[in-house]
């Protein structure tokens, strides 16, 4: 038997201006509506559990010692993507700051197979990278517009919770930064080649150089969402996970940007700005 949802969520699942009537309906045995209301209970406690788990995680994320181990205690599906000794390259950035464009496109250049730590948005990877001589790459968004996607894919994230960790993990990899190499979202996405011919001679590696042209871009792309199909287990492209852009998520993007705006984010918002200026360099 469904049990009915307590009395102090009614109204908040029934949703702005319908407070006196949930409590009401909760009272008078409505089953069908009780169950409709209990699942979207469960769906919001699912999702506050979500971010609590951000919350632990950004704070262990920059200890490699410690980080990497717990992604295979919990057996994280992101586990077997950790920096090893055997690593090729590290190509690290906070979400949705052009990390699989990178990625894509790194392999779809590369004329054999090269392995790649990459996808954990962890401080930890560039730190292990660069403590092992390993190449690391380093990918940078503009605040507002990495925020912005990161809420679209992970709804259960607040703007200020996505603002803390983009300071966090940009200040935290700050102290190496004169041991990997730097590339802002347009560099990446306009002419990723450039930015591989930096990382061969910052690092004297050999990495086949990708053209950036409208067909490869094309193959970047259809690679894109190959990804995104594993990454979620689902045989059709999910809209608000792809890392690609689309009207869908610009529609969303607009929904949010209210919260991120908020005059009570004014001041975070601002050093996560200056974060991203002291990075750049400008």
């Known amino acids: 038997m469904v049990q009915p949802v307590p009395v102090v969520y009614a109204a908040w699942l029934h ?6 009537g949930a409590i009401r309906s909760d009272q008078g045995g409505d089953r069908e509506g009780r169950a409709k209301r209990h699942t979207r209970f469960r769906r919001f406690r699912r999702m506050n559990m979500k971010a609590v788990r ?3 995680r950004s704070r262990v994320n920059q200890y490699p010692g410690l980080y990497f181990p717990m992604l295979h205690v919990i057996r994280s599906p992101r586990r ?17 700051s052009a990390n699989t464009f990178a990625v894509a496109a790194f392999l779809l250049a590369q004329r054999r197979p090269v392995r790649i ?5 962890a401080p930890a990877q560039v730190i292990q990278g660069v403590r092992w001589g390993i190449p690391v790459l380093v990918l940078i968004r503009r605040p507002e517009d990495a925020v912005l996607s990161l809420l679209v894919r992970e709804p259960h ?3 200020k919770q996505a603002l803390m960790e983009y300071i966090w993990f ?3 990899i700050r102290p190496y930064s004169s041991s990997f190499v730097l590339a802002t979202f347009d560099e990446v996405t306009k002419d990723f080649g450039l930015v591989i011919q930096r990382v061969n001679a910052r690092f ?26 594993k990454d979620t287990g689902r045989t059709m492209v999910t809209e608000t996970t792809v890392a690609r852009p689309s009207e869908y998520r610009k529609r969303i993007k607009k929904e949010r940007s209210k919260e991120l705006y908020h005059p009570s984010l004014a001041i975070l ?8 200026q002291q990075t750049v360099g400008h």
């Open 269 to 276: 918002l601002k050093h996560a700005r200056e974060v991203y």
């Open 117 to 121: 730590a990459r996808h954990l948005h």
């Open 80 to 96: 077997y993507l950790h920096v090893r000794r055997d690593t090729e390259i590290v190509i690290e950035g906070y979400p949705r």
């Open 15 to 20: 949703g702005p201006g319908r407070g006196s």
């Open 54 to 56: 951000s919350i632990l």
């Open 170 to 172: 940009y200040e935290k």
């Open 157 to 159: 994230l607040s703007a």
């Open 204 to 229: 004297g590696t050999d990495f086949s150089i990708f053209v950036h042209t409208e067909e490869n871009v094309k193959k970047v792309y259809q690679l894109i969402e190959k990804m995104d199909q």
